[in-house]
């Protein structure tokens, strides 16, 4: 138990963003995320409330206070996590009422450490465990590790062993050098020069607004034939499929505004061999520029948008918003709308006679006037979700925006010649 002191180090560029958006709108749902892993076989509920006191003492980002220090928005790593018990919902419960049971009003307080929750359901064939985090100590794929240290945990403690994982501590954040920071600060005054924002008709809505609003969503699951499609259409071209989903969007965008020039945000992962196996919020939001979406190489242009942001993604968020945004205003500066594509890979992990693996969830907040996420399901096929502000200008029109999004996907994905 020697290695749980506490200790305080300095706060990273994402974690400072999202701790300064917390004191700006309190309790937002879209500062926080629900995962959702399931557990196929005999669970024993006393195991498993073990195995995640286990996997909460292994890592720092599970029992880490935010607070201000001399000016200075630091980590206070604690000796134990502040919260770690598992509660128990009725059988058959979803996604959506175990989103609101975990996200209930006071569940999470930064400066405190209580930074995540969890949640399970029982059922015949195994069990749904559903974690409820703040992004300020969780991104996407801390869910593959969380799962994969939660499965040897879980078989550990199976076994009549002290489940106790070793340590994950974390490293400080990575301090750019001036000349660093300036090459990457150059690089985004320049691709951003003369961005204009995303046209939009109705009231105008501010970060606070956007973020505490309540949102509509509308959902659909794609085929795997159509998946497929996108793949070969990605091949053709030498490029991830996410550049073709990407450019599909931006057509779409273009469509409904009439804009032929925007930014459309995306989460880039910082992650390397170095902390791939850490929890914590280890992402940039990055802007990338589309143009030339009606030209035959729009996915080309689209691509080399996303790679070249990518290679200068080390410059947090809010420093290129300072370096870039030339015009005040009440809207969100650079972009308007995100795009997000989950299809990481999502392991089987052994348990012991359980098997565990995590399942792809959509986000419960808006960080934008509108958003899109597209998923890789387990069957192959694409799940899509759109989601806008319910008092926003989109959010009328996010039915036919789904519908027309896929037509044109199918278009983009089966161009003759690609195959």
Not at 248 to 254: I, P, S
Request: glycine share 6%; aromatic share 6%; hydrophobic share 45%.
């Amino acid at each position: 138990m020697d290695d749980f002191h506490i200790v305080q180090r300095p706060a990273s560029a994402g974690e400072r963003q999202f701790w300064v958006a917390e004191q700006i709108a309190p309790g937002a749902v879209a500062h926080r995320a629900v995962g959702h892993i399931r557990l196929e076989g005999s669970v024993e509920l006393d195991m498993l409330r073990r195995a995640l006191v286990a996997v909460h003492r292994r890592h720092e980002a599970l029992r880490t206070a935010f607070v201000l220090s001399d000016g200075q928005v630091v980590r206070k790593v604690l000796a134990a996590p502040a919260t770690s018990d598992v509660e128990v919902l009725p059988q058959g419960t979803g996604f959506t009422e175990a989103a609101d049971q975990l996200l209930a009003p006071d569940s999470f307080d930064i400066a405190a450490g209580r930074v995540h929750r969890a949640a399970v359901t029982i059922d015949p064939r195994g069990a749904d465990l559903y974690l409820g985090f703040h992004h300020i100590a969780f991104d996407g794929l801390s869910m593959e590790v969380f799962a994969a240290d939660l499965a040897q945990a879980y078989a550990r403690a199976l076994g009549s062993a002290v489940p106790d994982l070793a340590v994950r501590h974390r490293a400080d954040p990575v301090v750019l050098e001036a000349a660093q920071r300036e090459e990457l600060a150059a690089y985004w005054r320049s691709a951003l020069e003369g961005a204009p924002d995303l046209p939009a008709d109705g009231p105008v809505l501010t970060q606070r607004d956007i973020v505490r609003a309540a949102i509509t969503e509308r959902r659909a699951t794609w085929p795997a034939a159509l998946w497929t499609a996108v793949r070969d259409r990605a091949r053709h071209h030498a490029c991830s499929p996410y550049a073709v989903l990407l450019t599909a969007y931006g057509r779409l965008l273009a469509g409904e505004t009439g804009a032929a020039d925007f930014c459309v945000g995306t989460a880039v992962a910082l992650r390397s061999a170095e902390n791939a196996d850490e929890v914590g919020c280890l992402i940039n939001t990055v802007p990338v520029r589309l143009r030339g979406l009606g030209e035959p190489d729009a996915v080309d242009r689209v691509w080399d948008a996303v790679i070249s942001g990518i290679a200068h993604a080390a410059l947090p968020t809010d420093e290129i918003v300072r370096e870039c945004r030339s015009r005040p205003g009440r809207r969100l500066p650079l972009f308007q709308t995100l795009f997000a594509f989950q299809n990481w890979q999502r392991a089987e992990y052994a348990a012991g006679p359980v098997c565990v693996w995590t399942v792809p969830v959509r986000p419960l907040g808006c960080a934008g006037e509108l958003q899109m996420q597209v998923a890789e399901t387990a069957e192959n096929s694409l799940e899509v979700t759109v989601q806008a502000p319910a008092e926003g200008p989109w959010a009328a029109r996010l039915e036919h925006m789904l519908s027309r999004y896929g037509r044109l996907l199918e278009e983009l994905a089966t161009v003759e010649g690609t195959s």
